[in-house]
């Protein structure tokens, strides 16, 4: 090979090796070393988070919160899961980014990050308010993963910003009312319960009672006419 030839080989490779170069710096994460905080302020805003809204394509849940407690605000202020709710307000002031991804709108939808207004979107958003409304934080969440520690993560992504993100955490929410009934409205201990009256529409009231000291089975008191008497499995089971 001669002279020439070599230094445009020389040269080809060079060219080669620069491009190469360039598209993985281009497709590549950029990890930050110190995992910096996501929202490295709302750890001391956290008491002043009053609503928090999720969102998706189809569905809406607004949680309020009011007299020391979170609410259903859609739901005639039924008792939220407060410590559901209270677990992902402080998880969001503990995420951490681990790597910035794309800026490419039309690859949002690979890591489920794109509006969730727009057309068979796959996030949720979830937004923290205060008192008059002010958005505190909110987040655009995408798929889960795991980091190159093995640790939860996913996909994510600020709404006024294009820059996808990996971040290290975990959230538990879901843009379903269901998903935040309080089941449990009160919690007796069951031995304790020695009647109970019950009251229907257009009838007239009748009770469960234990007639003595430490029996465990309910009878009926005043069962209006007509009624049948139900099974002592299926009377503890209302009773309970």
Request: net charge negative; charged share 25%.
């Given at each position: 090979?001669?002279?020439?030839?070599?230094?445009?080989?020389?040269?080809?490779?060079?060219?080669?090796?620069?491009?190469?170069?360039?598209?993985?710096?281009?497709?590549a994460?950029?990890?930050?070393t110190?995992k910096?905080?996501?929202?490295?302020e709302?750890?001391?805003?956290?008491?002043?988070?009053?609503?928090?809204?999720?969102?998706?394509?189809?569905?809406?849940?607004?949680l309020?919160?009011?007299?020391?407690?979170?609410?259903?605000?859609?739901?005639?202020?039924?008792?939220?899961?407060?410590?559901?709710?209270?677990?992902?307000i402080?998880?969001?002031?503990q995420?951490?980014?681990?790597a910035?991804?794309?800026?490419?709108?039309?690859?949002?939808?690979?890591?489920?990050?794109?509006?969730?207004?727009?057309?068979?979107?796959?996030?949720?958003?979830?937004?923290?308010?205060?008192e008059?409304g002010?958005?505190?934080?909110?987040?655009?969440?995408g798929?889960?993963?795991?980091?190159?520690?093995?640790?939860?993560?996913?996909?994510?992504?600020?709404?006024?910003?294009?820059q996808?993100?990996l971040?290290?955490?975990?959230?538990?929410?879901?843009?379903?009312?269901?998903?935040?009934?309080?089941?449990t409205?009160?919690?007796?201990d069951?031995?304790?319960?020695?009647s109970?009256?019950?009251?229907?529409?257009?009838?007239?009231?009748?009770?469960?009672?234990?007639?003595?000291e430490?029996?465990?089975?309910?009878?009926?008191?005043?069962?209006?006419?007509?009624?049948?008497?139900?099974?002592?499995?299926?009377?503890?089971?209302?009773?309970?």
């Amino acid at each position: 090979m001669n002279s020439k030839r070599l230094l445009k080989f020389a040269a080809f490779t060079f060219l080669v090796m620069i491009g190469a170069l360039f598209y993985w710096q281009q497709q590549a994460p950029e990890v930050g070393t110190d995992k910096a905080l996501l929202f490295p302020e709302l750890a001391e805003q956290i008491n002043q988070v009053k609503i928090v809204e999720i969102k998706n394509q189809d569905e809406q849940v607004i949680l309020s919160f009011q007299n020391q407690a979170w609410l259903l605000q859609d739901s005639d202020n039924f008792p939220a899961l407060n410590e559901k709710v209270r677990e992902n307000i402080i998880a969001l002031s503990q995420l951490r980014i681990k790597a910035l991804k794309t800026k490419k709108p039309e690859l949002y939808n690979k890591l489920a990050v794109e509006d969730p207004n727009q057309r068979q979107s796959q996030s949720q958003l979830i937004s923290l308010l205060d008192e008059e409304g002010n958005i505190i934080a909110a987040l655009i969440v995408g798929k889960q993963t795991a980091s190159s520690d093995k640790l939860p993560a996913f996909y994510a992504r600020l709404p006024d910003s294009p820059q996808a993100l990996l971040v290290e955490g975990r959230l538990n929410i879901s843009s379903l009312e269901k998903d935040w009934f309080e089941q449990t409205i009160i919690d007796l201990d069951d031995a304790e319960v020695k009647s109970i009256q019950i009251q229907q529409p257009d009838e007239a009231p009748f009770s469960l009672i234990r007639e003595q000291e430490g029996e465990l089975n309910f009878t009926y008191q005043d069962l209006p006419p007509g009624k049948k008497m139900q099974s002592e499995v299926l009377l503890n089971s209302m009773a309970n």
